[in-house]
């Protein structure tokens, strides 16, 4: 299955730094490759992130790709509560 858009739960792993949500989502989505974007999406719903890419890739491409921003040091607090493609 290929997919453009995927979205993407990102989860505080201390609740400490929950309120910095936002500085996660903003600092995973500047780490992605060129020809992929991101947008914050409902933050009611928890810190969800909707990414693309400017072609249809594999759905393990997409998630490679997030796997591999979130290797960053600067997201050793976080981590990804589920990702779904669409």
Request: hydrophobic fraction near 50%; charge should be negative.
């Amino acid at each position: 299955m290929h997919t453009r858009t995927f979205q993407v739960t990102l989860r505080a792993k201390d609740p400490d730094v929950a309120p910095n949500a936002s500085i996660a989502a903003a600092r995973l989505i500047s780490l992605l490759p060129p020809g992929w974007a991101g947008r914050m999406d409902d933050l009611a719903r928890g810190t969800v992130l909707i990414i693309e890419s400017m072609v249809p890739v594999p759905v393990d491409t997409a998630v490679a790709v997030t796997a591999s921003a979130m290797a960053d040091v600067s997201l050793r607090d976080w981590e990804v509560g589920g990702c779904t493609s669409f």
